[in-house]
């Protein structure tokens, strides 16, 4: 299972550079005028996983599958884009189908791009983008409440419960905070996610800077960490210009040109990271001869689940797994040496998954 992250924005902060470099395609047009992205595009990437490449090479892996997440670029928001503004409702409704939400914001300047408010002002930038969100919902919650009032008044067990999360999500939406404030109990989580309301998603600030800090920030990314800091959110610095270039080198180029540049690693390894904190993901692998495979789960995720995820009868009919620890797996030499080491766990179906477990499922047909 990978994750749907939408990259939104006001027009020419970067989200098509950024798209472009993480899909490694010039599929989303980057031009310097708003609205250049028309229909949102979306680009599934390969999740880098240097585990991955460690376990083959240990198991003689044929084939090497990673993991992969999928990200959307949507089209500039603007002032009052949740009353039609710009391009309006069409891209509030294609942030309701994103697991979360990846919001660049400009911290650079430069003279030869135009800013739609004539400014560099990433925190007030984001204000005018969660207004709109906030807005939006405002307005969705109210038509909501009104078309289920019958249901209410019939005792309707599913419209009662869904006009008491509506109510919490309005209150506090009406006091200026995002639906992501609201404390939901675990019983009424399924419910809430299925409101899909645009401030409930979880959101990874993307500080755009220029070539020259995008190892360190600048003052302008700064802000916006003490911004983030204070809403409870994650941030990460990227310069949108050096992952567009790193996107179009070979694996021993990326590393001169990142050395170069005193940087470490690049910029989407950081964003994955960031993605994968942000929503709770971990990973597990399948390793053998024919195939190396990484699989992506939720924290929290059963042996069972985590075979659903490869196919729903290892789900249904599941037995056990057979689990080895990464650091087993690769401290003993593979899977034959692990288990004669007495590493090979037998796990039932109320054993919790690890991130880095390399497993093997036994199931019933």
Sequence with gaps: MGFRMGIVGLPNVGKSTLFNALTKTAAAQAANFPFCTIEPNVGDVAVPDARLDKLADIAKSKQIIPT???????????????????LGNQFLANIREVDAIAHVLRCFEDGDVTHVEGRVDPVADAEVIETELMLADLESIEKRLQNIVRKVR??????????RLLKAAQ????????????????EDIKAWKMLQLLTSKPVL???NVEE???GTGNAQSARVA??????GNSHVVISAKIEEEISQLDADEQEMFLAEMGLEEPGLDRLIRAGYELLNLQTYFTVGPKEARAWTIRQGTSAPQAAGVIHGDFEKGFIRAETIAYEDFVGLGGEA???????MRAEGKAYIVKDGDVMHFLFNT
């Design 68 to 86: 992969r997440m999928t990200f959307v670029d949507i089209a500039g928001l603007v002032k009052g884009a949740s009353k039609g503004e710009g």
């Design 154 to 163: 019939g005792g309707d067990k599913e419209a009662v419960e869904h006009e």
């Design 171 to 186: 209150a506090v939406l009406e006091e200026g905070k995002p639906a992501r404030t609201v404390e939901v109990a675990d």
């Design 205 to 207: 600030y993307v500080c």
């Design 212 to 214: 020259e800090s995008a």
């Design 226 to 231: 003490e911004m983030a800091a204070a809403e």
């Design 337 to 343: 040496a692990a288990k004669e080491a007495g590493k």
